[in-house]
């Protein structure tokens, strides 16, 4: 069985700084990891994905994650925060194939000015 | 870039009535699922559908929940008999397992008010 676990509901940098999602994840076979933004009433984003090979991910928008699978984490970052990146996150997890995705409650991100 | 649709993109309902939330996978995929998210909440799995059958289905998904493709490129959820608490955002997904992506694209969302 899939879960997904993010650390943190809300998570608040200033402009510039770096921002840091954090997700855990257990899986009992090889994961299929994602990062999706949702902007207010809208639908859902992929920021990046990791599938096989090469464990740092990058995606769109500046961000990027890396697969840790001694840690099974999935954390997601960006060097320097930037006010249209407020927004919620969700890490995501799927053995692949046509099985479902399993999301974790989210981190909204807020950034101040 | 095709892209997941659906239709309407919100839908106001009164309590016990049929609702039909449309969807228009990418057409050369295989899997097609629907997901929901209460607002403020995580999205949920509802019910993923290959072949012309369920293959999985959640908890969520009883009896009031059903899938249909009604022809080769429409995908819809319907709730027979709508409760407030069926108030939500529901996402269609579609997924192409051959190949290497494993991703399941995501259409905008039906915004389903139950009042």
């Known amino acids: 069985a899939q879960s997904v676990t993010q650390l943190g509901s809300h998570v608040s940098v200033s402009e510039g700084a770096l921002v840091l999602l954090r997700c855990n994840y257990s899986s009992s076979v090889p994961p299929y990891l994602f990062w999706y933004v949702q902007y207010p009433n809208q639908g859902l984003q992929l920021l990046l994905k990791?599938?096989?090979?090469?464990?740092l991910v990058k995606g769109i928008n500046g961000f990027e994650a890396e697969f840790k699978k001694s840690e099974t984490s999935f954390h997601l970052t960006k060097p320097s925060a930037h006010m249209s990146d407020a927004a919620e996150y969700f890490c995501?997890?799927?053995?692949?194939?046509?099985?479902?995705?399993?999301f974790g409650a989210g981190t909204r991100l807020f950034v101040k000015a | 870039e095709p892209e997941v649709t659906q239709t309407p993109s919100h839908q106001v309902t009164q309590m016990g009535q049929e609702v039909i939330l449309r969807c228009v996978p990418i057409s050369n995929h295989l899997y097609f699922y629907w997901y929901r998210q209460i607002l403020g909440q995580k999205v949920e799995f509802l019910v993923s559908?290959?072949?012309?059958?369920?293959?999985?289905k959640s908890e969520i998904f009883d009896d009031q929940f059903s899938v249909e493709r009604p022809d080769g490129s429409n995908f819809t959820l319907k709730i027979r008999s709508t409760k407030l608490e069926d108030s939500a955002m529901y996402f269609c997904?579609?997924?192409?397992?051959?190949?290497?992506?494993?991703?399941?694209?995501f259409g905008p969302g039906t915004r389903l008010t139950v009042t």
């Open positions: 995501a997890v799927s053995p692949g194939g046509g099985f479902k995705t399993i």
């Open positions: 997904a579609s997924s192409d397992p051959r190949g290497n992506s494993y991703e399941q694209y």
């Open positions: 990791y599938t096989t090979g090469a464990t």
């Open positions: 559908f290959y072949n012309n059958e369920i293959s999985e």
